[in-house]
Each structure stands twice: as structure tokens, then as C-alpha cells.
């Protein structure tokens, strides 16, 4: 029996150091044309860095708070009605939270030049844990526009 699509994302294998399905599926998005082992070696060093700038945390938490701190609670769409485009708030789902989370994490952390990807990627995750940084910024812009436009909140799709 062919698995679907949902199936296939839940039977994603745990990474071998943090044993976090959430780190694995960090670590494929990271990847690029399939250089998997490159993906690691810059997800573990930047972990690596974390750990060292955090004496007594554990890194693999560290990443899942900071991802956490990451991750839209709404979002607005747009709803088109009697030829008017509304932005209307919408809670996000479990998934789409944790794919924009990584998803705006990497932008952040592909965005700045100059240095390594394993200390961009680092510097992103420890401005995420302590709740600054661009990816966390772009969080809060996106709550505050769904804020702005809670009027619109009864067209709700």
C-alpha cells in the first residue's frame, strides 16, 4: 500500500545526535541538491558554537525554544470579497508553524554574508532563543499585521 503524503512526513528518522525528528527535518531543509552530510556538518557545528556560548544548556533545547519562539501563532491571508482583497487573520496549523519557523530561521541566517554558514546559522538561533534577530522580527510584523487587521476577522475562510 503507497503512503501518503502525511504518512511519509511523520515516518521521518530522528537525527542521530539529539535523536530530534524536528533537528532531522531542519537538517532537510538545510540541505541543498542533496548534500545531506553537508547539511549536518553546518547544523552540528552551528550547534556546537551554541553549546559553547551556553555553558550549562543543553543545545538540542535551545534550538527546539528558539524554534519555538520562531513559529506564527496567526497569519493573514488574503479573502477577496465584492471585489475588495481583505487581509484576514488566520490561526496557522501545527506544520505550516513549524515549516515557516525553519524556513524563516535559514532566510535569516542565508541573508547575512561575510561569515560561515555554521556561525550565521548559530548567531540566528541564539538571537531566536533570546527573542530578537530577523526571524523573529518577522514573526512579530506578521502578528502585528494580523492585529492591525482584526476587523476582518468575521471573513474568516
Known sequence: MPETQAESELDVKPDPRFNSKLAAKFINCLME???KAKAQKHFYGAMDIVADRLDEEDPGEVFEEALENVQPRVEVRGRRIGGMTYQVPTEVSGKRKVALGIRWLLEAARSKKGRPLQYRLADEIMDAYN??????????SLHKMAEANRAYSHFRI
Open 33 to 35: 541538491q542533496g548534500k
Open 131 to 140: 527573542k530578537q534577530g530577523s526571524a523573529y522580527q518577522r514573526r512579530e
